[in-house]
C-alpha cells in the first residue's frame, strides 16, 4: 500500500491499494505447462531478497530462504537440513553476517526451494489475471508463495487462476488482507533541510499536497545536492513534470528543489494489463542557495510504535547515515521519520512483494513491509536502523515509505528498498 499525496485541507487520504485473503478451499490440478527453466525471470527482474537468494539457491542445494526469528534466532530452510554447514559457510562468503546471526541459526526442513519458488513467482508476473489484487509474496517464514487479494475476493477463482500457471496449490496460500492506501510533523520551516521534514508540492490542477523529503543525497560527477522522496510525491506518478517542492509552506521563499527524475512505468515483464515499477521513487534538485543538511535525518525526543514525536530533540536534534543496506530482512527492526506520525518503529513481516495499487493499474514490484506506526503524509519517510535510540546518533539508512495498511494487529507501512531506488534513480551517495 503507498501513502496517498495529502492535501493541505483535511490531509484526506486519496488512492487505495488492496491486500488479501487466504483460504484452504479446493482449487483443479495445475494445468501442465512446456517444460519452462528453473528461473525463467531476466536477471535483471530480480531485487531484494529474491536476488541474494535466488544466488543463495545456486550455491547451496535446495536453500529455501531465510529469515529472522522474534527471538533473535536465524532460521534458514534447506531441503536437506545436512547442507546446513555449507549453508554457514556461503552466508558467511557473501557478507551476510550483518543480517544473520550465524552463532544462532535454526535450520528447518524446506518443502520448496528458493529457485522453484522465484520460478513460480516469475509465472505469476507475467500470467495471473485474478480480480482484486493486493500483493504477491515469496514468504521466507513459511517457505511458501502467498498472494493477497481484497476481502470478499472469491478465492477458488484467485486459487483457479495459480493453478493454471502451474503453481502447486499445496505450495501457495490466498488470504485476505486490509487496503493499502497512500500516505502523502517536522511541519515547520527547518534549515538547513535534512531528511524526514515536510515538503509540499503542487499537482497539475494547483491543488498542493504534503509529503515527507526522505533523505538528501549527492550524485557522483554532478554538481549540486539533492533529495529522493516519493514518486506519487510530484505532479504525476511516473514521469518529470518538474514539480516545484517547497518547505515548511508555499510561495517563493520557501521554495527549496525542483523533480529532476521521475522514471516512467513499464510494461514488458509487469504482470498482464499493468505498469510496473521497483520503486515509487523520485529525485528533487535543490536550487541554489538552499541550505542542506548532508548524509542528516530529523530526531525527534519520542519514539512510539503507532506514533512518536515530531519535535525536533534540541539536545540531538538528528541522525548521521554512517552506513546504507540494500533491502530489509524479515524479522528486523526498522525505523522511520514523517511528518505526521514522527519517529516510529516496528518489525519487517514482508520482503520483496508486489503491491496492486488500488483504483490503478500500477503494479510496486518487490517491496517490502513492516508493522509501525504511519499516517497521511508520511510518504516519503526515510527508513533507517537504529539499534540504540537513546545513544548513538549513527543510522542504517534502508529506504523510503510510501504505503500504509491497517491491519488487525495495527498499521505498518510499505517501503522501496534502496537497492531498488537505485535501480531506478542510478548510484547515489547518501553517506558524508
Request: with cysteine.
Amino acid at each position: 500500500m503507498r501513502t496517498r499525496k495529502t492535501g493541505t485541507q483535511g490531509f484526506a487520504a486519496a488512492l487505495a491499494l488492496i491486500a488479501g485473503a487466504c483460504t484452504d478451499a479446493s482449487s483443479p490440478k495445475p494445468t501442465p505447462l512446456e517444460p519452462v527453466p528453473r528461473l525463467t525471470q531476466e536477471l535483471r527482474m530480480l531485487h531484494g531478497t529474491d536476488r541474494e537468494f535466488v544466488q543463495l539457491a545456486r550455491e547451496i542445494p535446495g536453500f529455501g530462504g531465510l529469515y529472522h526469528a522474534p527471538d533473535g534466532r536465524s532460521v534458514v530452510y534447506l531441503t536437506d537440513t545436512r547442507q546446513a554447514g555449507r549453508a554457514k559457510q556461503a552466508l558467511v562468503r557473501r557478507g551476510l553476517l550483518k543480517l544473520v546471526s550465524i552463532d544462532r541459526m535454526e535450520v528447518r526442513t524446506a518443502q520448496n526451494d528458493y529457485l522453484e519458488l522465484a520460478d513460480w513467482r516469475a509465472r505469476l508476473r507475467s500470467g495471473l489475471e485474478a480480480p482484486g489484487l493486493v500483493f504477491t509474496d515469496i514468504d521466507e517464514s513459511t517457505n511458501r508463495i502467498r498472494v493477497g487479494v481484497l476481502r470478499g475476493t472469491s478465492h477458488e477463482e484467485v486459487e483457479t487462476e495459480i493453478a493454471k500457471l502451474g503453481i502447486p496449490k499445496e505450495a501457495a496460500d490466498v488470504e485476505d488482507a486490509e487496503p493499502i492506501t497512500f500516505a502523502a510533523t517536522l511541519q515547520d520551516r527547518i534549515r538547513p533541510t535534512l531528511g524526514g521534514i515536510q515538503i509540499v508540492w503542487p499537482d497539475s490542477h494547483n491543488r498542493f499536497f504534503i509529503c515527507t523529503l526522505g533523505f538528501n543525497v549527492r550524485l557522483r560527477n554532478q554538481p549540486g545536492e539533492y533529495f529522493v522522496t516519493n514518486s506519487h510525491c510530484s505532479g504525476e506518478d511516473g514521469g518529470v513534470q518538474n514539480t516545484p517542492f517547497f518547505q515548511a509552506g508555499t510561495g517563493a521563499a520557501n521554495l527549496i528543489a525542483r523533480e529532476v527524475a521521475d522514471p516512467e512505468y513499464f510494461t514488458e515483464g509487469c504482470y498482464p494489463h499493468r505498469r510496473c515499477r521497483f520503486s515509487d521513487a523520485s529525485l528533487a534538485r535543490y536550487e541554489d542557495g538552499v541550505a542542506v543538511r548532508f548524509g542528516a535525518i530529523a530526531r525527534t525526543t519520542l519514539r512510539g510504535l503507532t506514533a512518536g514525536s515530531i519535535t525536533i530533540d534540541d539536545h540531538s536534534p538528528f541522525f548521521n547515515i554512517v552506513d546504507r543496506r540494500p533491502f530489509p530482512i524479515v524479522g528486523q527492526t526498522m525505523d522511520k521519520l514523517g511528518r505526521t506520525t514522527g519517529w516510529t518503529v516496528g518489525t519487517v513481516v514482508q520482503t520483496c512483494i508486489d503491491t496492486f495499487v488500488g483504483g490503478t493499474d500500477v503494479a510496486l514490484l518487490c517491496q517490502d513491509r513492516v508493522v509501525s506506526g504511519v499516517g497521511g503524509g508520511d510518504s516519503g519517510s526515510p527508513v533507517f536502523e537504529s539499534q540504540s535510540p537513546a545513544g548513538s546518533r549513527g543510522v542504517t539508512l534502508y529506504g523510503i515509505l510510501w504505503g500504509s495498511q491497517l491491519t488487525t494487529f495495527g498499521p505498518s507501512f510499505v517501503m522501496s528498498a534502496l537497492e531498488n531506488i537505485e535501480e531506478e534513480l542510478g548510484p547515489l551517495i547518501v553517506t558524508p
